[in-house]
């Protein structure tokens, strides 16, 4: 069983940053694939940005260049630095982490707004 927690959500204004956290309760050094989706009210959950075991990162196309994905194996934390926000990406940030079975962080709010 692994305990995930996100944190860093809150209020943001227009074209402004947020870095997102996600601790885990395990290490995540071997873990095969973590990633950051997101959900909007009334809309499905989608895949912002992925970290696989690799090393490699993979990005949802309308995020490409103003997010990062990074992870932090000493700290089991994975990160998703996120540039030049936009109203229509307020949500729900929710971590997910694969490692034989799927688990889920409590999620995070994130609001654009001025």
């Known amino acids: 069983q692994v305990q995930l927690v996100e944190s860093g959500g809150g209020l943001v204004q227009p074209g402004g940053s947020r870095r997102l956290s996600c601790a885990a309760s395990?290490?995540?050094?071997?873990?095969?694939?973590m990633g950051w989706y997101r959900q909007a009210p009334g809309k499905q959950r989608d895949l912002v940005a992925a970290f696989y075991r690799d090393g490699t990162t993979d990005y949802a196309d309308s995020v490409k260049g103003r997010f990062t994905i990074s992870r932090d194996n000493a700290k089991n934390t994975l990160y998703l630095q996120m540039n030049n926000l936009d109203p229509e990406e307020t949500a729900v940030y929710y971590c997910?982490?694969?490692?034989?079975?799927?688990?889920w962080g409590q999620g995070t709010q994130v609001t654009v707004s001025s």
């Open positions: 395990r290490s995540i050094v071997s873990i095969y694939f």
């Open positions: 997910q982490l694969v490692s034989g079975n799927v688990y």
